[in-house]
């Protein structure tokens, strides 16, 4: 037994290294608890199956590869298609097989090795203040465009959902004309950037800034956040835009699960992934997260459908993820987290 103690944004569970007890899966996941212990709990009491969770915000695929044939997880859940194929990359994976989970999730939302699968999805937008931006369309071109010299705000560029956006860009026009469209980002920023998603949409409704970037499901988060019901006065401030690539269509991300290599309770890990594409399990992540079901056919939340329909600029995920390494070079050669040139 041991006791998760190195990641500090962790909550520490104990989890049973080598073999355990049959009705136990151990999930090691980048996902806020708030946004998936319901479906834990909820697979739990239909099933009894225990599930044990360490959550953390960084160095799980790490962690599981250090530990090899002894690590305690079974699966891998992350909020990111780049963090599922560097895994895979790893070597820390071992095909689901299940068929369930291959006849409710297209291909294109699955590891074609089939070590790991999207639970949900999301798009990355634009949320524009209501009183100062006219615009109901915008590109993600024009987001490097001199009109918003000082308007945009955003996370950091390193971030998982930036990253990934950045790796769309190179994938659609190439490593130059991506260099060229972040430094022009970067020029219009506001300053440096800072916060989470939510900060952006705060600073809008603070004035400090005109365009954020964010993912579609924290309009829902905040629009409906009774604990934190300022975050209401936030999302009435904005309009959510879906921009897009010269396809027409928008950049998507996932989240998803990979099976690990070694997972001492492999059966019962596959049942919690297929309860997790079951359609009981999507309509509770579309009604509390806000995110995309990843099924088709199972119903989007109205204050999400509201948004418009979204078209993945590229379906097959893995196609962007390959780009991960190089978005991060770029970040960091243009100093995008330094902010505009004073």
């Not at 009894?48 to 090899?68: D, M, P």
């Not at 916060?195 to 964010?214: H, P, T, Y």
Request: charged share 25%; with cysteine; hydrophobic share 45%.
């Amino acid at each position: 037994m041991f006791r998760n103690a190195f990641l500090p944004a962790a909550v520490g569970l104990a989890l049973t290294a080598g073999a355990a007890a049959a009705a136990e899966v151990n999930v090691y996941t980048y996902r806020e608890q708030p946004l998936i212990q319901p479906i834990f709990d909820r697979f739990t009491k239909e099933t009894g199956i225990r599930v044990n969770v360490i959550y953390a915000n960084k160095g799980l695929e790490e962690r599981i590869r250090a530990e090899a044939a002894a690590s305690p997880a079974d699966l891998l859940i992350a909020t990111d298609a780049a963090i599922l194929e560097k895994a895979r990359g790893m070597d820390i994976g071992q095909p689901i097989r299940s068929a369930a989970v291959d006849k409710a999730v297209p291909a294109t939302f699955r590891d074609p090795n089939g070590t790991w699968t999207a639970l949900t999805y999301r798009a990355r937008v634009v949320y524009a203040s209501k009183e100062r931006v006219k615009e109901n369309a915008l590109s993600y071109a024009d987001l490097a465009d001199p009109k918003w010299k000082g308007k945009v705000c955003t996370r950091s560029g390193q971030h998982p959902y930036n990253i990934g956006l950045i790796s769309n860009v190179i994938a659609d026009y190439g490593l130059d004309k991506a260099e060229a469209w972040l430094k022009g980002v970067k020029a219009n920023l506001n300053g440096k950037p800072a916060g989470n998603d939510r900060s952006q949409v705060k600073a809008i409704f603070a004035g400090e800034c005109d365009l954020g970037i964010g993912n579609t499901y924290y309009y829902g988060l905040m629009a409906t956040n009774d604990k934190e019901p300022e975050q209401k006065e936030w999302a009435k401030s904005v309009k959510v835009i879906m921009p897009t690539f010269e396809s027409g269509g928008s950049h998507v991300n996932v989240s998803g699960a990979l099976l690990a290599r070694h997972a001492p309770n492999r059966d019962a890990a596959v049942k919690l992934v297929e309860f997790m594409v079951s359609n009981e399990a999507q309509k509770l992540y579309a009604e509390l997260n806000f995110e995309y079901p990843v099924v088709p056919g199972v119903a989007v939340a109205p204050l999400i459908a509201d948004l418009g329909t979204v078209k993945p600029d590229k379906p097959n995920l893995a196609e962007v993820a390959k780009f991960r390494a190089k978005a991060s070079e770029l970040v960091d050669r243009v100093a995008f987290d330094e902010g505009p040139a004073s």
